[in-house]
């Protein structure tokens, strides 16, 4: 594999595919929070603190928020795929099976859904 990328070679450049170890820091995210809440552990988003990776429960939840698109919005394509990458590297550690993201983002918004038409009927 060629790692050129010109328009005449159909090669995925490296360069494109080359996934951010470093995750920004939010502006909406206090770490300290995080480490109060979790204690000092692992985190998918180590800067930030989010999505700690450390028991089966919490991959399972991990995996969860970064697919709801409130949580993704927050980060760039490059850092979802980075936080995909640990929290699917963590289940695979602990032998824990992920859901289909598609599948879960479909049963969230029919969760929504239905507390919204509860909400409005009360």
């Keep these: 594999m060629t790692t050129s ?3 005449n070679n159909p090669a995925i450049s490296w360069s494109r595919c080359r996934v951010p ?16 809440k979790y204690g000092e552990t692992r ?6 603190k989010k999505y700690p990776i450390d028991t089966p429960g919490r991959v399972r939840a991990a995996w ?7 949580n993704a919005a927050k980060y760039t394509a490059g850092e979802r795929r980075t936080i995909q990458s ?10 824990v099976e992920l859901p ?23």
């Excluded at 985190?43 to 930030?48: E, G, I, K």
């Excluded at 640990?86 to 032998?95: E, G, L, P, T, V």
Aim: glycine content about 6%; hydrophobic content about 25%; cysteine-free.
């Design 5 to 7: 990328g010109d328009a």
């Design 21 to 36: 170890k470093r995750i920004h820091r939010r502006r909406d995210a206090d770490p300290s929070e995080g480490v109060e």
């Design 100 to 122: 289909d993201p598609d599948e879960f983002i479909e049963l969230m918004s029919r969760v929504r859904r239905g507390k919204r038409q509860k909400k409005q009927g009360e």
């Design 64 to 70: 969860a928020y970064i697919h709801q698109p409130n």
């Design 86 to 95: 640990r929290i699917r590297k963590a289940a695979k550690d602990r032998n």
């Design 43 to 48: 985190f998918a988003d180590a800067t930030n």
